[in-house]
């Protein structure tokens, strides 16, 4: 190979690689994260293994129906369907009603806490579907009839319970193809090694007298 062409290549990755690795500290320090996604919990608008970037807005900035990634033990990462005013705060046993994906649930804050201020959910249709099930079920016994009788349903979803200090942040991208790029490169690293070592290696056997002549 070219000593000015294997010394252009060289230049270009370090630039490439320099350019990523600022890119990443300049977005930490003005507020941006990325995450890979390893649930299904969000789809359909959020895919399995994508690569999401997340922005740690104002509070005012969050609403409904905005995807936040949060973290209680782990990240993760659901849609909004409830928030209160700022300082206007959850209190414990306090019902909280609401329409998602279709369906009239509430939800009752039986918490030790009143800095709750922002509920979430999982939007993945597969989950939501023997929620859909469960509440008809219930909805059909007469005892739970009237137009008023989803509001004492108390086998509604799973919905968490997150403080504004939990926050990462909310979903400002999403990039699935790039994600599975990434998730590749990572459950593949070794075999990604090996191979390198084995082409390298390859090359070297191929180079002909030519390429050892000093050009200086």
């Not at 806490?113 to 219930?138: C, F, G, H, V």
Request: proline share 3%; hydrophobic share 40%.
């Amino acid at each position: 190979m070219n000593k000015k062409v294997s010394m252009w290549i060289g230049i270009v990755l370090r630039s490439i690689v320099f350019a990523l690795l600022l890119t990443i500290a300049l977005g930490y320090l003005f507020g941006f994260r990325a995450s890979l996604v390893i649930g299904s919990s969000s789809e359909p608008n959020i895919h399995i293994q994508s690569l999401i970037i997340d922005y740690k807005c104002a509070y005012e900035d969050l609403k409904p129906g905005d995807y936040l990634t949060f973290k209680t033990g782990s990240y993760v990462t659901h849609q909004i369907i409830y928030i209160k005013p700022k300082g206007e705060y959850i209190q414990s046993g306090e019902i909280i009603r609401f329409e998602h994906c279709g369906m009239k649930l509430e939800h009752r804050m039986d918490i030790t806490s009143n800095q709750y201020q922002i509920l979430t959910m999982p939007t993945n249709e597969a989950l939501l579907k023997n929620l859909r099930e469960d509440y008809a079920e219930w909805k059909a016994k007469p005892e739970n009839a009237g137009d008023d009788a989803y509001f004492n349903y108390s086998r509604g979803p799973v919905i968490d319970n997150v403080k504004y200090s939990q926050v990462v942040g909310k979903v400002i991208y999403s990039l699935t193809n790039t994600g599975k790029f990434i998730f590749f490169v990572r459950n593949n690293f070794l075999q990604i090694i090996v191979y390198g070592i084995i082409l390298y290696a390859g090359s070297l056997l191929l180079r002909t007298d030519q390429d050892y002549v000093k050009l200086f």
